[in-house]
């Protein structure tokens, strides 16, 4: 696909930059992303996926913007208040690279549907909240082979893996299975600094560009984690473990059948 | 034997950043979580000097060990 003159203009730095040129803008134009959760990580995430000219961005979130989710979710704005999240976000790309078309799903992303959801696409973030999302997620991308780069934050921290299934550590490789709830502390019991998810849902849009475009080595067999108050981040290498319950010799997870909740 | 402790994220709050800690040698990392008052269904990364570890692990004097929680927010 050819780029036309106009879109020259917009993306005329990406343009310049070895690696990505012409053709590596026309490939972004082409390709497809799925966001899950449209918070504090996926507001950076759509918003840079956008300006970037991600021809297609899928948005998952069946909730409406509330007033204390403004302090970080850069996506939604005040008078967005009682609007639905993927409404509110899709408004914002839309104003900013028509170049991009939304795909919004205003759904709780379950066993029953996140592998239709997540088949078309090409790439895809979790930017959700909770750690039985994120086991779902990791789970389907493995069924569905498809990429992910994982992501949370609390307080002053943050942390991101990418993941492509089969080939690198899984979620599951590192975390095994979800911590009982209410037994990690969340943003909504102990904050989080509203930059936080700022940084990490940036670096996790520039995973997503970076595999589109082919180039740079990513944050795979690795967690990268970020410390905000000691300014540190540390990459901690981790391989695939052969024992994984989802991609190890003998796996035990055969479907999506033992998840209950959705996200 | 001398045992460096390093603990990330969530795990400081009301414990500490970085601490020397005497223990007997052989010490299983396991219980070191339970002397912190540390779930392990909470841990997501044990390290000892660097390397993946688990919670039998056995320590050995001057030992760096390195305790991540899982970060589940969005």
């Not at chain 1, 609007?83 to 709780?108: L, Q």
């Not at chain 1, 550590?169 to 299975?177: L, M, T, V």
Request: proline content about 4%; some cysteine.
């Amino acid at each position: 696909m050819g780029l036309n003159e106009l879109q020259k203009q917009r993306y005329s730095r990406h343009i310049l930059l070895e690696g990505v040129d012409e053709e590596g803008q026309s490939r972004l134009l082409e390709s497809r992303v799925l966001v899950i959760g449209c918070g504090g990580l996926g507001s950076p995430v759509c918003l840079y996926l956008a300006a970037a000219g991600v021809g297609t961005i899928g948005i998952v979130d069946p909730d409406q913007v509330d007033l204390s989710n403004l302090q970080r979710q850069i996506a939604h704005h005040t008078p967005d208040i009682g609007v639905d999240k993927v409404e509110s976000a899709k408004n914002k790309i839309s104003a900013m690279n028509p170049d991009v078309k939304v795909e919004t799903h205003k759904v709780w992303a379950g066993a029953g549907n996140i592998r239709e959801i997540i088949a078309g696409y090409d790439f895809v973030i979790d930017a959700t909240d909770n750690f039985s999302a994120k086991f779902l997620i990791n789970d389907a991308c493995f069924f569905e082979r498809k990429p992910l780069c994982h992501a949370g934050v609390v307080g002053f921290e943050g942390q991101l893996m990418t993941i492509i299934p089969g080939q690198t550590a899984c979620y599951r490789c590192i975390f095994d299975a979800p911590p009982p709830d209410r037994t990690v502390a969340m943003c909504g019991d102990v904050g989080v600094l509203c930059a936080v998810p700022g940084v990490i849902g940036t670096l996790q849009a520039t995973e997503a560009m970076k595999y589109i475009l082919g180039i740079g080595d990513l944050a795979v067999n690795s967690l990268v984690t970020y410390n905000a108050i000691n300014m540190s981040f540390r990459k901690i290498t981790l391989g695939r473990n052969r024992l994984c319950s989802l991609c190890g010799e003998e796996p035990k997870i055969k479907d999506l059948g033992g998840f209950k909740r959705l996200c | 034997m001398l045992l460096e402790i390093r603990l990330f994220a969530t795990f400081r709050h009301r414990r500490f950043k970085t601490k020397q800690m005497e223990l007997p040698v052989g010490f299983l990392l396991g219980n070191l979580l339970k002397k912190l008052d540390i779930s392990i269904k909470n841990v997501g990364i044990l390290l000892v000097n660097g390397k993946h570890s688990d919670k039998e692990t056995r320590l050995i004097d001057g030992d760096v060990v390195a305790i991540f929680p899982v970060v589940g927010g969005g």
